[in-house]
């Protein structure tokens, strides 16, 4: 049976574009999940979002199609990554994973939202109408393979 990182690594594999190199590696991502203050949510196909906090076994019929990575410190959570594999875009399974994303940070107290996306990202859509705010930039930030660059946004949202 695949185990989550399974599950996250093969959305990983087809959602991110390699010209903008943001994918993690698998090392990167299980390397991450064994610290205290990372969170990761799977949603299905089906827009439902088992609770896998035990990292119990998936479902029966579980075709996962998205996941979030989040780090929670003190009061602060921070969206790491967002993906939804293309075959199931536009299909609110993006906005769904972003309230879960909410609703999770609630429940472990935290009480402000941080996430960055490089400048020309279309999730910025997303992330707009989930109320998040631009509040700073890092110029240059990312580099991309063919040499370019391009400016970090960091967005936030205070949660009430
Ligand atoms: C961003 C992403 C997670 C959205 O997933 P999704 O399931 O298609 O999102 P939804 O169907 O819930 O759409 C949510 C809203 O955002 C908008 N939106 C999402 N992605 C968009 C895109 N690429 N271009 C334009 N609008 C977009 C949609 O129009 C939609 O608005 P609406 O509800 O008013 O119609 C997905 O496009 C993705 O995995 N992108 C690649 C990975 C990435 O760049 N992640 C962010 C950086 S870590």
Same mark, same amino acid.
């Given at each position: 049976?695949?185990?989550?990182?399974?599950?996250?690594?093969?959305?990983?594999?087809?959602?991110?574009?390699?010209?903008?190199?943001?994918?993690?590696?698998?090392?990167?991502?299980?390397?991450?999940?064994? /610290?205290?203050?990372?969170?990761? %949510?799977?949603? &299905? =196909?089906?827009?439902?979002?088992?609770?896998?906090?035990? #990292?119990?076994? !998936?479902?029966?019929?579980?075709?996962?199609?998205?996941?979030?990575?989040?780090?929670?410190?003190?009061?602060?959570?921070?969206?790491?990554?967002?993906?939804?594999?293309?075959?199931?875009?536009?299909?609110?399974?993006?906005?769904?994973?972003?309230? /879960?994303?909410?609703?999770?940070? %609630?429940?472990? &107290? =935290?009480?402000?939202?941080?996430?960055?996306?490089?400048? #020309?990202?279309? !999730?910025?859509?997303?992330?707009?109408?989930?109320?998040?705010?631009?509040?700073?930039?890092?110029?240059?930030?990312?580099?991309?393979?063919?040499?370019?660059?391009?400016?970090?946004?960091?967005?936030?949202?205070?949660?009430?």
């Amino acid at each position: 049976m695949m185990d989550h990182i399974d599950y996250m690594m093969a959305i990983m594999a087809e959602a991110f574009d390699p010209q903008w190199g943001e994918a993690w590696t698998r090392r990167q991502l299980s390397g991450s999940l064994s /610290l205290p203050t990372i969170f990761y %949510r799977l949603i &299905g =196909a089906d827009g439902v979002s088992p609770d896998f906090a035990t #990292n119990a076994a !998936a479902p029966e019929g579980f075709t996962p199609a998205g996941f979030t990575l989040t780090r929670h410190i003190s009061g602060e959570e921070e969206l790491l990554l967002i993906a939804v594999h293309p075959a199931h875009r536009g299909k609110g399974l993006g906005r769904k994973l972003m309230e /879960l994303f909410e609703q999770d940070a %609630r429940s472990r &107290g =935290a009480a402000q939202m941080f996430l960055e996306m490089r400048s #020309n990202n279309p !999730a910025e859509r997303l992330y707009r109408s989930c109320g998040y705010l631009p509040i700073g930039k890092r110029k240059d930030y990312y580099r991309l393979k063919n040499g370019d660059r391009l400016d970090a946004v960091t967005f936030s949202l205070a949660l009430t």
